[in-house]
């Protein structure tokens, strides 16, 4: 299990940006995937990108063009660029990462970022 902490929520306008980072530390094991996920009052959880340790990302169609996800190896971070918000971008962010050990798959989670889009 990894500690992941993320950062950068807030209250934002309609069309306006903001940029999310996950920091992660404590990790024992080599971390493969690193995703972010979003969860709305009232709804489920969702996916809204992944990378990879190697680079490849994977965004959801609701945020493919407005939303870039990256990762800082290095740093053991991994951010999320929003643009273009909107008021459905709305949610409370969590950052993931998961972790093979022998086999066996390790999730972690972080606590959440809230970030709000006002009309």
């Known amino acids: 299990q990894v500690h992941l902490v993320e950062s950068g929520g807030g209250l934002v306008q309609a069309g306006g940006s903001l940029r999310l980072s996950c920091a992660a530390s404590g990790s024992v094991f080599p971390i493969n995937t690193m995703g972010w996920y979003r969860q709305a009052p009232g709804k489920q959880r969702e996916l809204v990108a992944t990378?990879?340790?190697?680079?490849?990302?994977n965004h959801a169609d609701s945020v493919k063009g407005r939303f870039t996800i990256s990762r800082d190896n290095a740093q053991n971070t991994v951010y999320l660029q929003m643009n273009s918000l909107k008021p459905e971008d709305t949610a409370v962010y969590y950052c993931?990462?998961?972790?093979?050990?022998?086999?066996?798959?390790?999730?972690?989670w972080g606590q959440g970022t809230l970030v709000t889009v006002s009309s």
């Open positions: 990378i990879t340790s190697g680079g490849t990302t």
């Open positions: 993931a990462a998961d972790q093979v050990s022998k086999g066996s798959v390790i999730e972690s």
